[in-house]
Structure formats: C-alpha cells, structure tokens
C-alpha cells in the first residue's frame, strides 16, 4: 500500500467503522438472518493491516502526554487493535451471531423456544419449576454450542494482543493503552462488596420472600430474571404510554427526541431480534438507530431510557470533530449519559410524573428500585474481578468456570452456572466502562440537581446545556476528565454517592 497518511487512517477508519456498525445493526435487530463481516474487513483491508497498526502505535509512542495529538493517537491504536483481533475473528463472530439468531432451546417436556427470547421468557415465568425448567435447558444449549465459541474467541483475542509485545501480558496493554487501572478498580470493586454486605443482607431475604417467596439459599440466577422484572408493578408502566413518556419528559427539558430526524426507533416484534436492547450509530452524528425488543414493564422503560441516552449522544455529537472524537474513546462516557437516563427509574418525581405508578405505589417501588441498583452494582464488581483473573490467566481456563460461579454467586447469593462463564463475559473490558460510568453518572446527576434543580429532567434550560456541555463532545474527553470538569474540587470518580444513593434508596 502507499503512503497511509493520518488523514487516509481517518477517514477510511470512519468508512469501515461505519459498514461494521451497519452491518451489525441489520443482524442484530433480526433485518438479516447472518451478519457478513467478512467482505467488510476484506474492503477495507488497507486500514486493517500492519502499516495502519504501526503508523498508530508510532503516533501513540512518538506524541507527549497531555497534548491533543497523543489523545486521539491513543485512541486510534485502541481502535486498532480490537479492530485488527476481530479482522481475524470476523469468521467466528458471523459463526456466533448466525447460531445465536436461529438456536432453539428444548425443555426435557418438549416445550420450545428461541434462544434470543430465553431470557425474557425465564423473567416473565412465574411458575417456578418452569423457570427453573426453562433455565436447565437454556444452560445445557449453552455449554454445549455457544460457550465454546465463546471460550475460543477469548482465547484468540488474548493470545493476539499478547502477540504484539506492547507490554507484557493482556491486561498491562489495556492500562497502557486506555490509562485505565485495573488493579484500582478491582480494589474499589472488592470494597464496595465489603461496604455493602451488610445492607445486602439485610434486603435481599425481604425481597426474595415478598416477590418470589423463597429464601436466599435456594434463589438461583434465573429467580433473580424474575425477581428484577417486578411484574407486579406492570400496571404502572404500561406498554402504550412507553414511547410516549420519554418523549414528552426530553420535549419537556427541551431536547427534540429524534434530534431533527437523525435517530431511528426500531421497537418492532421480528424474529431474530436480540432481547437485549441496544443503539446502532451507522454514522456520527447523522443516523442513529435504537434498537428494543420488548419485555413488558419497568424494564422496557429504563432500557429505552437508557438507549435514549446513547443515541441522543450521538445524534448530537459535533460534525466537525474527527473520527476518533465522534465514534471512539473512553465508553463510560455514553455509558454513563445512558444511565443518568435510565435512573430517572429511581427518581420520585420522575415516575410520579411520567408513569401510572402513583403515590400508593412508589415507596415500595423505589425500596425495589435501591435493591436493584445494589445488586447490578455488586453484580457488576463481581464480574471485573472474575475478568481480571480470566485475562489474566496464564492457560488454565479450564479453571474459569469454578471461579466464575464462586465469584458471582457469593457477590450477589444467586446460584449462577458454570455454562455462563464464557458467555456472561464483557470482552475487552466493557465491564470497566460500566463501573466507571455508574460513578460518573452519580456526579453528573449531583451537578444537573445543584444547576437545575430536583426536577432537572423537565427544566427547559437543562436539555441545552446536556447538549453543549456533554453531548456535543462526543468522546473527546475521559470520564475522569468530564468528572473533573464538571465538578471542580469534587472527589474522583468513586463508589461513595452511588452507596449514598441506595441507602436513600433503601430507607426508604
Ligand atoms: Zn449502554
């Protein structure tokens, strides 16, 4: 090839970046039956090649920290990277996504459904034997056909980033490349277990008894699908006010839902469509798609909360800034817009006004709503454990699955199952990006409250500044920096107002 220039990198990066995430978009919302990844990287093989992968890591080596130049060369060589491994993995993942759209699970009683579905129709199952019936089948599927390819991607990717001697093992190259500390998190992580058993204890009999009527020892992950659907509470949050309500709330802070036609709500019933929701953004900031598939309840309002965040980053991303600040970047960054939205789920005022919740309901609704948000996060703490140790294992992942279901099931009591060690599993560390959005998140709520007052998701003057102050931004900044930017002179990111906020929560 001659001469990749920066400029060659960029805009042939966004050409490819663009293809994948469209390609991915029509497989996963079940518009196609197969993704076909192959082609694409075929295409684009310029940018994918060693003399792309060196032209970054000389950029990444050869800029000064704290200038421009070494953030976006930063991350370009990240993008690089997992774009690279999964050139070499496109096969396997076309693989993956072909099995998991046409898989069917089988009870031993003859009763069929779609793997996709599995995990919607184990939460809305109220008769227990069945769910635990429907789960035995959905693990067995899964040890069978999908933890295997689950286990050799893993493997692959690993043994790819270490191939390149960027430093010395896996887990050092992602703290090099993304300045995250895995070593940190996985200390604050071990301490907000420490800090919350107690409370946990406490709440979980409770729930567990009022919801379910079991105790701790017999719950397994499959009565905590159940418990965390809270079908009780239905009624409150009806499937046809659904779209409706968080439209009027962004219209309410002056935010235009569609953001002038650039995103695309796709809340179609299709076969093949993945039960967990997600935002496509095919290009930055101009199409945007959200993409969910119902369960029915609470959960599809805080998923399209939580979506709404996402896209509405996107769709309102600066067009003139280059690729890697529109489309790349530190994720706690639109993982933590996501969830200042998808919180409004524990905000008095906010289900008092936008659902049919009422007041005879929300004190038992937010109590539910703090044992949710403390058991994700202890679920979440538990998981960047177990990953550091899997990333970090020197071959023996035979050993993986046993650590995976102590981990897991002493941070959150559920019995969880050695099928899903592979597949319950955030590559590259997306599960980084959740932690430290979750605390970002406490701290740009803190700040829209000190601005904008209580009510701030229904303040004219709020939806302007998320958009100039945030949105706009794209992922030019870390969630450290947004952090420090927004709060001058606050703490660091850190788990204390999240635990703040679940013991308001908890008391009620
Ligand atoms: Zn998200």
């Known amino acids: 090839m001659i001469d990749l220039t920066l400029e060659r990198l960029r805009a042939d990066g966004q050409a490819f970046t663009e293809d994948i995430s469209r390609e991915s978009y029509l497989a996963h919302s079940g518009h196609k039956a197969a993704a076909e990844f192959t082609p694409i990287y075929d295409r684009y093989a310029d940018v994918l090649g060693e003399e792309a992968l060196d032209l970054t890591v000389e950029l990444f080596k050869g800029t000064a920290d704290g200038t421009e130049e070494h953030r976006s060369a930063g991350m370009l060589l990240e ?125 979980l009999p409770r729930h567990l008894r009022k919801s379910l009527g079991i105790k701790p020892g017999e719950a397994t992950r499959a009565d905590a699908l159940a418990l965390l659907r809270a079908s009780e509470y239905d009624g409150g949050f009806p499937g046809g006010m659904l779209q409706g309500s968080v439209a009027r709330q962004l219209r309410e802070m002056n935010i235009d839902p569609s953001a002038g036609g650039r995103i695309i709500y796709d809340v179609a019933e299709r076969p093949g469509k993945r039960a967990r929701a997600f935002c496509a953004p095919t290009r930055v900031p101009e199409e945007v798609y959200l993409v969910l598939r119902r369960h029915g309840g609470q959960n599809d309002y805080a998923a399209l909360l939580h979506e709404s965040g996402h896209a509405l980053h996107f769709a309102n991303v600066r067009d003139d800034y280059p690729f890697e600040y529109r489309w790349l970047g530190d994720n706690s960054v639109t993982e933590s817009y996501a969830m200042l939205f998808d919180h409004r789920m524990q905000d008095r005022g906010w289900l008092l006004r936008y659902t049919e919740l009422g007041k005879g309901n929300i004190e038992d609704f937010l109590r539910l709503a703090g044992f949710e948000e403390i058991h994700y996060i202890r679920r979440y ?122 013991e308001k929560l908890l008391a009620g």
Request: charged share 30%; aromatic share 10%.
């Open 79 to 203: 993008w690089q990277l997992e774009s690279q491994a999964s050139r070499s993995l496109a096969e396997l993942d076309e693989r993956e996504t072909e099995w998991e759209s046409s898989a069917i699970i089988t009870t031993t009683e003859g009763r069929q459904l779609q793997y996709q579905a599995a995990a919607i129709e184990i939460a809305n199952e109220k008769d227990r034997a069945q769910r635990l019936m429907l789960d035995d089948a959905r693990s067995e599927l899964v040890e069978r056909e999908h933890a295997p390819l689950r286990l050799e991607r893993l493997q692959r990717e690993k043994e790819y980033i270490e191939s390149l001697g960027l430093a010395t093992d896996y887990n050092a190259a992602f703290e090099e490349i993304t300045g995250v500390s895995l070593g940190k998190l996985a200390v604050d992580c071990a301490a907000f277990l420490r800090d919350t058993q107690a409370m946990w204890d406490e709440t």
């Open 381 to 502: 703490c538990a998981k960047l454990i177990y990953e550091v140790e899997a990333y970090g294992t020197r071959g023996d992942w035979n050993a993986l699955p046993d650590l995976y279901v102590d981990t897991l099931t002493n941070a959150t009591t559920f019995q969880y199952k050695r099928a899903d060690a592979f597949v319950d599993f955030d590559a590259r560390y997306y599960s980084t990006r959740y932690l430290r959005a979750w605390q970002l998140q406490a701290l740009l709520s803190e700040c829209l409250v000190e601005q904008f007052d209580q009510d701030w998701y229904r303040n004219p003057a709020a939806g302007p500044w998320m958009i100039g102050e945030l949105w706009s931004e794209g992922q030019r900044e870390t969630a450290e920096e947004i952090a420090a930017r927004i709060r001058v002179g606050s703490d660091p990111l850190s788990f204390a107002p999240l635990i703040r906020n679940i």
